[in-house]
């Protein structure tokens, strides 16, 4: 019998969704963590019948830039996101390196 240690690394039925499940229940979402129709299984089921059709995200009528998604467990789906996008850099590489709040043309920061 031979034993192998788990090397983190996940594989996906389908790599342009995220799914998570808790019993009878069942999220599935496009990679930005959304519902909608760019991906026509998405949406929230319960007991097979969709409930939600459509979930999204919206600063001021825009989608936040999307930084990272990920799963913990089979019922987490994790996506991180920054509104305004970051588009200008301070020195060090990332936007606190000169202090500057950003903001978008509503002044949102």
Known sequence: ???RATSGASAHVRPEQRYAWCGASLLVTTLRGECDESEPLSGYYFREARHLRTLR???NGTAPWTCADGTSSHDE??????YPELTE???????????????DRFGVP
Request: net charge negative; with cysteine; proline share 0%.
């Open 57 to 59: 995200l919206r600063v």
């Open 89 to 103: 850099f301070g020195g060090g590489g990332t936007d606190v390196s000169d202090d500057t709040t950003w903001c």
């Open 1 to 3: 019998m031979t034993s």
């Open 77 to 82: 789906l994790s996506v991180v996101q920054v």
